[in-house]
């Protein structure tokens, strides 16, 4: 490898995939694996930036530019992320527009959910549903890993039980509206213990959930 500046190592695929301190450690997880899929970063957010996004988008001609670092300050402010846990998130074009949103697991970026797109929706509601969705289906494989949202809005109306949009009911949004009533619903209805965490963009770039639509 020589003098190189990496510190940390991903192996998407290998023996055992997963992020790793040296290269000592890494060529372990790839020597004599046909298939290995592998590449070295400077910061340890690099490397869970990578980790949970696919390889592709890191190595070859195809890979995205490389994405800003955070302050060191904003790190030690806030720390890393959970990765045991899963992230939430929405999209819309236009306010009102078409909206859907998803939840995935936050180490490896798979997708657990997706719905949509809506018409006539708004950010802050799929955000809300999103986040509700994550919620029941955590209860319901009795996990107790706790979710990530991005939305303060969404993490409050949550608390609250009600989703306090402002968007108005029309013939196009009426299922959303029928959603909205259901999640409700089930926030009344249901007890849960799963920790709400609020995803720290600045410090750690986009949530994994993100449609990288912006």
């Not at 001609?61 to 992230?87: F, R, T």
């Not at 706790?146 to 949009?165: E, F, Q």
Request: proline share 5%; charged share 25%; aromatic share 12%.
């Amino acid at each position: 490898m020589g003098k190189s500046k990496n510190n940390f190592f991903v192996v998407w695929d290998g023996k055992e995939p997963g992020i790793y301190r040296s290269w000592e450690i890494c060529k372990q997880q790839i020597h004599g694996y046909s298939s290995a899929k592998y590449k070295g970063f400077e910061t340890e957010h690099e490397a869970i930036e990578a980790y949970n996004s696919p390889y592709w988008e890191y190595v070859g001609k195809n890979a995205v530019q490389k994405k800003p670092v955070p302050k060191p300050e904003l790190i030690e402010k806030y720390g890393m992320p959970l990765l045991e846990s899963i992230s939430v998130d929405a999209a819309c074009s236009g306010n009102p527009g078409l909206m859907e949103y998803r939840g995935v697991y936050t180490r490896t970026g798979e997708e657990l959910f997706r719905q949509g797109p809506f018409k006539q929706g708004t950010n802050n509601v799929g955000e809300f549903l999103a986040l509700v969705h994550g919620l029941a289906l955590l209860k319901q494989k009795n996990s107790n890993l706790p979710v990530y949202s991005d939305s303060v809005n969404a993490i409050g109306w949550v608390k609250a039980g009600k989703a306090r949009t402002k968007l108005e009911k029309t013939a196009e949004n009426t299922v959303l509206f029928d959603l909205i009533k259901r999640a409700e619903k089930w926030l009344a209805e249901n007890q849960f213990d799963t920790s709400i965490l609020k995803w720290q963009t600045e410090a750690w770039g986009e949530i994994p959930a993100d449609f990288g639509r912006k």
